[in-house]
Every structure is written in C-alpha cells, then in structure tokens.
C-alpha cells in the first residue's frame, strides 16, 4: 500500500468536529443532540441576502476576479466599512474562502519555515492547524480562566518576542472565551508590534456582537499603523452566512496585499453564489444587529447563570462573541463530552460540547474545561444545560 504523508498524518484534529461521528451515530439513532459545539447559529439570515440569491440569474456560472468582484469589495467598503468607521479602498480587499483561507494566507504572506506567531491561549484551535499546515509555530501566552482571561502586562507580553518572532495574533471579541479586548488594550498590543516592528493580525468577525455600550475598536483605526495592521473578517457568523464561505482579508499593507493576490490568483475565485449572498446582506439594516445582539443577550445571560448554578462549574461571563469557557469538575473534559454523545441519553436527548484542551498550546491546561456556543433560542438551552447538570451528577458518580 503507498504511503501517505508523515505530515499530514500529525496534523492535529479539529476539536470541534472531532466528536462528529458519535453525535452522527446518536442522531441516526433517534437521539436529539442540542448541539453546543459550533458556532452555527439559528439566527435567520437577512431577508436581502436570500433575496439577492434567488434574483441571481445566470445560464452558466464564470469564475469571478480572484480578489472578489469589483461589485463586493465596493459594497464593503461603501455600504460597512466607512459606516463603522474603517476607511479602506476597494484595493485594501481581498476576498476569501471564508475566514479560514484568510488565516491560510496571512501566514503564507508573512512567514517563513519556521517563524513564530504569538497568540493569547486559549485561542480558536484551528489557528493552530492552519499554523502547522504553514510550518509556523505558534505560541500561546497563558491567560487564565479565573482572571477572567485578561491580557498579561505588555512586559509580560514580550518576554515572549524573539528574533522568529512575526506577528501577534488576537481575536477581538473571543472565539472560544467571548473576551472583549477594549480600545486601550489593543491600542497597547500595537504599541509592542510598532516598538518590535511586528504585524498585529486581529480577527475581527465576532465584530457586532460586543456586549458593552462602548463601540468595538478595530486595529484598522490605529493611526499610522498601516503597515502593521492586518484584518481577518467573515461573513459566516455576522450574517449567519455559514455555508457561503466568503471571508476577507483586509490591509494597507500594499505588499500583503499583493502577495495574497497571487495566492488568491493560484485557487482561481471564491465562491460565486456566497459573494452575492453577502453583496446582499450588506444591504440588511441596522434593526438586524440590534434585535441579533439582544437575543444573544438574553442567550448568555441565561446560560452563564444556569452554568454556575451547577455545583463545580464555573464560567465567567463574556463580553462577546457567543462562545464561553466552562472549568468542569471532571478530570478529563474529552471523556466526558465523549460519554455524553455514546452512553448518556435521558429521554432519549444529550447535549455535544466541545473539549476545551486543544484551545491551549501550553500541555496540561484545559483538561476539564469545555468551549460551549450559547447559539440555540433559551428554551433550547434551559433544556441542554438541565441535561449536563444531570450527566455531570452521573458521570462522576460513577468515576
């Protein structure tokens, strides 16, 4: 039989999914499974985003500029951008394979073999993947779930920078803890890139769902910080555009830019039918924000208090995004989140959560936490935290 790659073979599996097949088994075996692990929200698309595909006409369906077309780089910067207060061109723009190609091509754009990318942990666990598929190390700087995952002293912070050092990477709000990185501190984080000449990479797709009445801060507002800044951003989770996969990767930087370019030129377009999705969604206004944001309100108030109403658990409670972190009082949280899908099944239901080890690069962290998506409407959750209060009594009754 050939062999397949050594490489390929190491690269670590998705956290996220990697439970799928056990909910897949239990879903085929009659068992509701109140998915917790993902962030694939119920929340409806806007109405102008399924309009604008159903009025898409077409006899065939032609490749598009590799950059995106002409007519949604325009559209975002016109009709969000410069609404939020980002001043770009269409030529800052490239469009992406969703959020994850963006991530792909900022680490082939900036790295060697190698270099090393520095990330607050825990972090989205795919970052490390992509990172690994590049040959970049990243490295986690430890932020702690009873500090309610605070950003470390700027000393602290470059104690870590040697000479591989390329980029820090953040995600504002948080995707897994829902952290929620104020003006100041992002502000001090560029301070370090300016001081060490290093890109600042920011995700920035949990943008609207910030849940402080101060405005979300982009690293594209910093002034004269043009060649250092660089924005990941997607559609997927603003505008519940999941299966479009368009994503963006935004910079001044005329040399990032141009080098994505060619890689974007090498897999030819994205997706045709997801940019007129999004050109669409564009159009939604501001009610979709403002009634989405409330429900997510509503969504983590409720599951923050029902998580620390569970003898063990603890949970601080996010400013963004709609993800938490939840410490268990189990000693190996994959286990348990795998036992909930094979083995524990009252009234014919369980919940899937996500194990929370593979957020963290620093060994033996996380072990009994787990990333929870607060994304189903509150009777949904009222009924999937009822469940891991019960499976948690069991479980450890019967360790």
Do not use: D, M
């Given at each position: 039989m050939p062999k397949i790659s050594d490489f390929a073979a190491v690269l670590p599996q998705s956290a996220i999914r990697m439970l799928t097949p056990y909910a897949d088994r239990a879903e085929a075996e009659g068992i509701k499974v109140y998915h917790l692990n993902i962030g694939a929200p119920d929340i409806k698309s806007p109405e102008s985003a399924v309009a604008a595909v159903h009025g898409f006409r077409f006899d065939h369906l032609p490749y598009s500029n590799s950059a995106g077309t002409a007519e949604l780089r325009r559209d975002l910067v016109e009709k969000?951008?410069?609404k939020i207060g980002i001043d770009i061109t269409i030529d800052d723009i490239l469009v992406t394979v969703a959020g994850s190609e963006a991530i792909m091509m900022m680490f082939q754009c900036i790295c060697n073999e190698g270099d090393e990318v520095l990330v607050f942990e825990p972090f989205y666990c795919n970052y490390n993947a992509i990172a690994k598929v590049n040959r970049v190390r990243l490295i986690g700087i430890h932020t702690d779930i009873h500090d309610d995952f605070a950003l470390p002293d700027p000393s602290?912070?470059?104690?870590?920078?040697?000479?591989?050092?390329?980029?820090?990477?953040?995600?504002?709000?948080?995707?897994?803890?829902?952290?929620l990185y104020s003006r100041d501190k992002v502000l001090s984080i560029a301070e370090i890139c300016r001081k060490h000449d290093l890109y600042l990479i920011a995700d920035e797709v949990y943008?609207?769902?910030?849940y402080t009445d101060a405005p979300h801060f982009s690293i594209m507002q910093i002034p004269d910080f043009s060649e250092n800044a660089i924005m990941l951003d997607s559609a997927s989770k603003r505008y519940n555009l999941c299966g479009a996969r368009i994503g963006v990767l935004v910079s001044r930087n005329k040399e990032v830019i141009r080098l994505a370019t060619k890689l974007a030129q090498a897999r030819l377009c994205p997706p045709v039918l997801g940019q007129v999705a999004l050109s669409g969604a564009l159009d939604?206004?501001?009610d979709y924000f403002s009634a989405t944001r409330k429900e997510y309100i509503a969504r983590r108030d409720y599951t923050i208090a029902a998580l620390n109403d569970i003898p063990g658990v603890y949970s601080p409670l996010p400013y963004g995004?709609?993800?938490?972190?939840?410490?268990l009082p189990v000693r190996d949280a994959g286990d348990f989140c795998k036992w909930l899908l094979t083995d524990f099944r009252p009234g014919g239901e369980t919940v899937m959560l996500t194990p929370a080890e593979a957020f963290y690069s620093t060994p033996g962290i996380g072990l009994n936490q787990v990333r929870i998506?607060?994304?189903?409407?509150?009777?949904?959750?009222k009924k999937a935290m009822g469940i891991l209060r019960h499976a948690l009594d069991t479980y450890n009754k019967m360790q």
């Open positions: 969000y951008y410069r602290i912070i470059e104690r870590y920078i040697t000479p591989r050092t390329k980029a820090i990477l953040i995600c504002n709000p948080s995707n897994p803890t829902g952290t943008r609207e769902f910030c939604a206004g501001p995004a709609f993800y938490t972190i939840a410490e998506a607060y994304v189903l409407e509150v009777p949904e959750l």
